[in-house]
């Protein structure tokens, strides 16, 4: 009879992943009157203590982007806010006891003195792999900013109650398009390396120092690799590294397993596997607690993964199940820094003497649309190298967000005249884009323009009362171009239907299109300051994705606008970047927010005449061409 051997050792080690939380901690958004946002790591740290209860050997682990996004941490984050009391991330994360995390791209987003001041407070390990110091020949000789990886020892109990040590290799990667997003920051002080390459150099000396498992904190989403698509979403990539056991995934802001990444090759959604390695992604914003259970085996050769089984856990399931209730600890710990934030969103940014508001931004220059073009341009020198900008005459792209439509006749931003504060920001910019810039010809910029024309219908002149917009094109489209000048034939008939698609009129609506009080130069090269979701087009415009000189960013345009806010002290002048072209005897109807009624310097200078409101409660106007 052979020699028995012991039975199968076997030890289950549950990995816990929360990434992108950006700080959205307490279940409050601040933007809007402290109502509940249904999500945030408060409530996540209630399923992390039950995950923790359910598992004998539980490791908890952050992604990534968790100093930047919301104002609990944006707002008392900065050493000018007033707030002396730690970062509230990292309180929060020292609280949870985190065993490693990794950084993620907008870890960067306030410069490398300030992250590296921040994480001095924390009392977890920090990995980042390819964000460098000092580059060596190789990564395995770089100086990397943080910990180029870690090996974390811990002591887990096996199936019959025995212990056994295990050396947990961790590794931080990040997406290195860091360089560019935060070139402002990190040029001269931080250089990147491509996420697989990185790993494909790094895991065998992290086995090689005696890792029994590796774990990818990888700050990276899950998509499949074309040839010329960057390296921004490698974890399929990453998973075809050998030695990688485990692969915590984010960036992208969706969640794996799930119907996000469903018919992608190499994308087992059934098992959570990336062509076979055990992975979880846990969403955004305090939306999801990823969950990946991993059944070790020990045999000669170490510690294998057995099996494995990959879960993402949400805060709010699906109704009629409310979201699980925030763990009162974290809430009552983070309550001096959520009573600053409350205090700091009211504080006054700027001033501005005059009000401003959007209800007519469909029929003239508006102060508002000028005010988000001219901080896009403002904060170019964070995107764009300064030579380039010297380079090229720059110009502006932008629209007002909330126009009435569908939103309804109180879906308007409005300002009052006074002190500007972080809440107006957010009414005037209330979407997370982020700022961009390309590089496009006089005839490109037209082109811009008459797919933002489709917005108008085509009047005919001597009429009176004719129908403005046209009810199928959503206002927030309506592109203007600041730093041009030009008038909106509406006698002409529409190149463009609210989709994009051309019609067959080959007439322009944009007439009279000058910069610098000269007609424009077609050929002539201009930089358009513009926002990532203009960039990757979209109804009624066409993507620039691929166009040769496109400078992308992580850098929200909110923060260009709130950036202009508080040097404010006058309103903006929008005169001059546009009229409709003067058309005698004819005259258009429009609808507009009955709040407009509350401007009436602003109904006189357009001449406008009230018709009363709508069933809809919309006011209509009567406007001369
Ligand atoms: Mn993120
Ligand atoms: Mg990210």
Known sequence: ????????????????????????????????????????????????????????????????????????????????????????AIEAMNALAYDAVGLGNHEFNFGVDWLLATLSSAAFPVTCANAIRTPGQTPQHDETLVSQYLIIDRTLRDKVGRMHRLRIGVIGLLPPQITHWDRFHLENRVVSRPIEATARALVPKIRAEGADIVVALAHTGIELQAPFVSEENAALALADVPGIDAILAGHSHLVFPSSDHALIEGVDNERGRLRNVPAVMAGAHGSHLGVLDLTLHKSQEGWTVASSKAEARAVAPERPHPPVVPDPDLCALLEPAHQATSALMQKPLGHNPDGMHTYLSMVRSDPVVQLIARAQRDALYRIVPEETLNDYPVVSAASAFRTGGRGGPAHFTIIPAGPLTLRHASDIYAFPNTLCALILTGRQLWDWLERA?????????????????????PGHHFDVIDGLSYEIDLSTPSRYCPDGTRTSHK???????????????????????????????????????????????????????????????????????????????????????????????????????????????????????
């Open 453 to 473: 024309a489709a917005y108008f219908n085509q009047v005919v002149p001597g009429v009176p009362d004719q129908p403005l917009i046209n009810p199928f094109f």
């Open 1 to 88: 009879m052979p020699y028995r051997t012991d039975a199968q050792i076997t030890v289950e080690l549950r990995l816990l992943e929360t990434t992108d939380v950006h700080g959205q901690i307490l279940p409050v958004d601040y933007l809007t009157n402290g109502k509940d946002t249904g999500a945030g790591l408060a409530r996540i740290a209630t399923l992390i203590k039950q995950a923790r209860r359910e598992a004998e050997n539980c490791l908890l682990f952050d992604t990534g982007d968790f100093l930047q996004g919301a104002p609990l941490i944006d707002a008392t984050g900065q050493s000018d806010s007033g707030w002396t009391g730690p970062h509230p």
């Open 507 to 625: 007439e322009h609506r944009i007439v009279n299109l000058r910069h610098e009080a000269q007609p424009i130069d077609m050929e002539q090269e201009f930089i358009v300051a513009t926002n990532n979701f203009r960039l990757h087009g979209g109804a009624p415009y066409a993507s620039r994705e691929n166009i040769r000189r496109v400078y992308k960013s992580h850098f929200p345009v909110i923060e260009a606008v709130k950036g202009k806010l508080r040097v404010m002290d006058k309103a903006v002048d929008a005169q001059g970047a546009w009229r409709f072209r003067s058309l005698p005897g004819t005259s258009v109807v429009f609808e507009t927010g009955p709040g407009l009624r509350e401007f009436p310097e602003d109904i006189n200078a357009l001449c406008l005449s009230d018709l009363g409101d709508t069933d809809a409660g919309f006011a209509r106007f009567r406007m001369e061409l």
